[in-house]
């Protein structure tokens, strides 16, 4: 853990192990940190805070972007440590340490772009003025599926904004946000700025129920965040980026090679656990045959395999092993209702460990099947034919999951009709790659509330203070 620029674990008498999930091997113990603990962590963020919010905003960018370049000497390190402890391949757990990096330059320029306005009153003399500022101390919690972005994009935005913070990862991944705090130790950041607890549920509970919180930023389960709202201390500030069953919606006007290269993508990479992958997938009957054969074609394609002995390999184990127990669940529902297995549907015999499972395209879905309605958060993907496009949109809308939907069209007025009419905080169209730094990333209806990344994202951590003054001129 990281305490007011301490790595240690003083007062810590519970550990966990952890896992790497494709030897099965515990790799390393994280502390499981109690009340005595978030209280300490807390009270360090909470006495940083008076003199971090008045450090001038050019000197917190310039500590950002120096924090930037520490991550970027650091990438190896830092995915390494995601591989072990998650299974993603090396080569995205890379990519992961860069987009990293990258978020806190973006937060450096956002830094010295925190805006307020001026408002004209009605009687001489007068001038409102409106000014934003920190919200105060922060409490972040992550999963484990993208470890150090997901800290990270929290940790910079708040920064930026003037707040101090603790973070707490997964219990699942603690060697990657150690990774990065050694790199905000690197940079220099004053004491107690930026803290990091380790533990579980529990320690994730004292945290969002502490009342030295201020603003609780969670990103994770839809339970975890329905638990969240009822645990909070008081008034407290709330942005949760919660999960989702996102859709596909392929037309017959679709560019069928693309829409499979993207699909096999979004479906498959970070073996399907991720937030915004493709869950579910409605395909024009026209379309249906060839897109269901090439896609399975490509699924038995992909390279499944221990992420540190193949570094670019496409999919790896799933990482916990209750995600691989939902994987075969919804499997064997989707079967027992009649739909058909045309790739994967079981763990690869090649691997006699490791939570690994074949990448698995099923076809001939039903609403009612746990794959059509519910996050499967694995390599899996469900299919079923349309005929109306209207009846494909309103079955895409159709669960309480908000977060993103995917579509492939080349027909102008149907790529509007899609953007428009699909109830999700991210819609892509003739691509999968839903978030960009610069734009707002967010769930509406159950999967949350909030944006992450962009100007929003920052947005978040500041709160806007109304002065009114009477100069006399
Ligand atoms: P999780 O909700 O089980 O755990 C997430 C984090 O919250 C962990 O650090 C955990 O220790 C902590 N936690 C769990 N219950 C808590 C509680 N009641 N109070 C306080 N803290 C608690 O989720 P997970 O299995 O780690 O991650 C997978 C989920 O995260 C999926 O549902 C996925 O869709 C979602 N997710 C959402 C986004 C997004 O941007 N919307 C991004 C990534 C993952």
Redesign the pocket.
Known sequence: MYIDAHFGSAGVTQWLDVVNPSTEQIVAHAPDADQQVVDSAVAAATHAFASWRWVNAFERSRVLHKIGDEISHAERRIATAITVEMGKPLGEALGEARKLAKAFHYYAGEAVRIFGETIPNEEDGFISFVEKEPVGVVGA??????PVE?IGWKLAASLAAGCTIVV?????TPSSAEELFRCLDAAGLPAGVANLIM???S???L??GHPGIDKVA????????E??YR?VSGITSLSL????SCPLIVTANADLERAVAGTLRRAFRNAG????SINRAYVHEDAYWHFIEALSAGARRLVVADGIAQENADVGPMT?RA?LDKVMRHVDDAKARGARILCGGSRPQAHDKGLFYAPTVIADCSPDMLVMHE?T?GPVIGVSPYSSLDDAITQANGTPSG?AAYAYTEHVKESFTLSRRLDFGNVSINHVDAGIMNAP?G?RKQ??TGY?HGREGMEGYLHLKHVRLRHGA
């Open positions: 919690i992550a999963p484990w599926n993208y997901l707490k990862p997964s219990e699942y533990g579980g549920r320690t994730g509970k945290l969002v969670f990103t994770g389960s839809q339970a975890a965040g638990d969240i645990t980026e919660l999960g989702g656990q991720i937030c915004i916990t995600g996050e958060f977060l990333y769930g999967s949350g992450e």
